[in-house]
């Protein structure tokens, strides 16, 4: 079954940084759009940025709006989400989902939208 594969999770300190790599296994990220959610303890899960296929597009939720970057490597086909300046409500899993657009330029959709997902990374921020 195709899916992700996502690392770079782990235990940071207020202010700290995380990178996070999302990598496909079974099929290459060149027509998708790619989105990173979490999901933190009895919460919904959340979409925080977003990606479009060729990498000329991002997106971001408010809550992690400069401080959060989305790239793209596609001749890695790997995405990477970049978090600087973490604080302890960004403790969650991490997912990363992918949307097959074609060669259309179109963005991410909720979750449930969502075509393919890993099984998640642990975030955790504390002091």
């Known amino acids: 079954q195709l899916h992700f594969v996502e690392s770079g999770g782990g235990l940071v300190q207020p202010g700290g940084s995380l990178r996070l790599s999302c990598a496909p296994s079974?099929?290459?990220?060149?027509?998708?759009?790619v989105g990173w959610f979490r999901q933190a303890p009895g919460q919904e899960r959340e979409g925080i940025s977003c990606?479009?296929?060729?990498?000329?597009?991002?997106d971001y939720a408010d809550s992690v709006k400069g401080r959060f970057t989305i790239s793209r490597d596609n001749a890695k086909n790997t995405v990477y989400l970049q978090m600087n300046r973490l604080k302890p409500e960004d403790t969650a899993i991490y997912y990363c989902?992918?949307?097959?657009?074609?060669?259309?330029?179109?963005?991410?959709?909720?979750?449930?939208?969502?075509?393919?997902w890993g099984k998640g990374t642990q975030v955790t921020v504390f002091s």
């Open positions: 989902a992918a949307l097959f657009r074609g060669t259309t330029e179109s963005m991410c959709v909720p979750a449930i939208g969502m075509d393919y």
């Open positions: 079974g099929f290459t990220l060149e027509y998708y759009a």
């Open positions: 990606i479009n296929n060729s990498g000329g597009k991002t």
